[in-house]
């Protein structure tokens, strides 16, 4: 394509055709989750993965050969997606592609490409792409624009405050926001934190957030993902901190993209400590917790008049029995209202065989709720006695919410 013509606007088709990525770093990391989303059968090709890439994997959602891509790869392909950064690599797929007539999008070289990706919004069934001519500036900007013609979120131009009330921050000068994505469905992000992704320099994702937000960010933004640090967990958090610090110090706008809610034992407590010892300026935008919204979504309300009065949130990530739990689970088992577990699936047994034993009736209603929020959701409805077994019977796995008490079945047509 030639500098004087035009691409042609089309939309695809992609539900249960081959699409082919070959790449498994930051940038397939921001491409797969639209292609999943349009029901593409994706193959993807690389020596390596992203924890969130990795995720999908194992998941089943998309198909992973652990090597270098080979020509063959895309007998069969609709569209190919080049997501690495060597040049002779992309123009082997490149020429693959050309060789059977396969679209080849182009990471590494726009002008080498058959087909690009736009700037795109979604407001419910409405999909809007842009193409800005080669300019992906451009493209986000008209992009923008018409995503605030559409309603559905108020334009980003307005200057970013460190908080509600204080004075706006210098330009140039950097600064950290901490942001709730919210449990999944992209849609369920708050509208300030939307706003401040579209301003960011660098966006430090954790595995959870949703796909499609980081399809959305600008070309330039600096991807990390935080779950691919190393170390032991408290390390890795050490990293996080100095990342959150470093780019800031820098001058860079930084976004902190988290599941659910920053301080539901998102750690952003620890994060907000670190950049005030550091001077950096922090912005926090609280998020739609799965907590709550996951089990609103597999129909479950936390509460419900005359049947329940009070819910309690509570992590599972430590068995009952461990001296590093700071649950008192026999005190929950003595609760009447609902209880709502995070991060529990490997030690529900253990969970739900200690609070019988303290007093809460096997009998109890409960949900797991997987992947809660997201098209992938699925929720397994039980009772506290059988609860575990039911799980590894029907092969649920996290990420998962469990909710014990008398509301699991208050809106059912019994309850």
Not at 245 to 272: I, S
Request: hydrophobic share 45%.
């Amino acid at each position: 394509m030639t500098e004087r013509t035009s691409p042609y606007p089309l939309g695809l088709r992609l539900a249960g055709r081959r699409v082919v990525v070959v790449g498994g770093g930051a940038v397939a990391t921001r491409r797969v989750p639209a292609l999943l989303d349009a029901g593409a059968d994706v193959f993807l090709v690389a020596p390596e993965l992203t924890p969130a890439l990795r995720s999908h994997v194992d998941a089943g959602r998309l198909h992973w050969a652990r090597r270098r891509f080979a020509a063959d790869d895309l007998d069969g392909a609709w569209l190919v997606q080049v997501a690495v950064d060597d040049p002779v690599a992309a123009a082997s797929v490149s020429a693959a592609a050309a060789e059977r007539r396969v679209f080849c999008v182009r990471a590494d070289d726009r002008a080498a490409a058959t087909a690009w990706t736009p700037a795109v919004t979604r407001s419910g069934p409405v999909t809007v792409a842009v193409l800005g001519g080669g300019d992906p500036h451009r493209a986000m900007t008209v992009r923008d624009a018409i995503r605030e013609l559409l309603g559905a979120r108020p334009s980003p131009t307005r200057t970013t405050t460190v908080d509600e009330g204080a004075a706006a921050v210098a330009p140039g000068a950097g600064r950290v926001a901490l942001v709730g994505a919210g449990p999944g469905d992209p849609e369920l992000i708050t509208v300030k934190g939307w706003r401040l992704l579209t301003e960011a320099d660098v966006v430090v994702a954790d595995r959870l957030v949703p796909g499609l937000l980081l399809d959305e960010l600008r070309p330039d933004v600096e991807l990390v993902d935080a779950s691919k640090i190393p170390y032991g967990p408290s390390r890795a958090q050490e990293e996080i901190n100095r990342i959150l610090v470093d780019r800031a110090l820098a001058g860079k706008v930084v976004v902190r993209l988290k599941g659910g809610d920053p301080y539901v034992f998102g750690r952003g407590g620890e994060e907000l400590l670190a950049c005030a010892e550091a001077c950096v300026p922090v912005t926090v935008v609280p998020g739609v917790t799965s907590a709550i919204a996951v089990p609103a979504a597999a129909g479950v309300p936390v509460t419900h008049r005359a049947v329940a009065h009070e819910f309690t949130v509570v992590s599972g990530h430590v068995a009952p029995d461990s001296p590093d739990s700071l649950v008192r689970w026999e005190h929950l088992a003595g609760l009447r209202g609902t209880l709502v577990i995070l991060m529990g699936l490997k030690n529900l047994p253990a969970i739900a065989a200690t609070l019988v034993a303290h007093g809460r009736p096997a009998a109890t209603p409960a949900v797991v709720v997987q992947e809660g929020t997201t098209g992938a959701q699925r929720a397994l409805r039980s009772t506290l006695g059988e609860v575990a077994h039911d799980v590894a019977a029907t092969g649920l796995r996290p990420p998962a919410i469990v909710v014990i008490g008398d509301v699991v079945s208050a809106l059912t047509p019994d309850g």
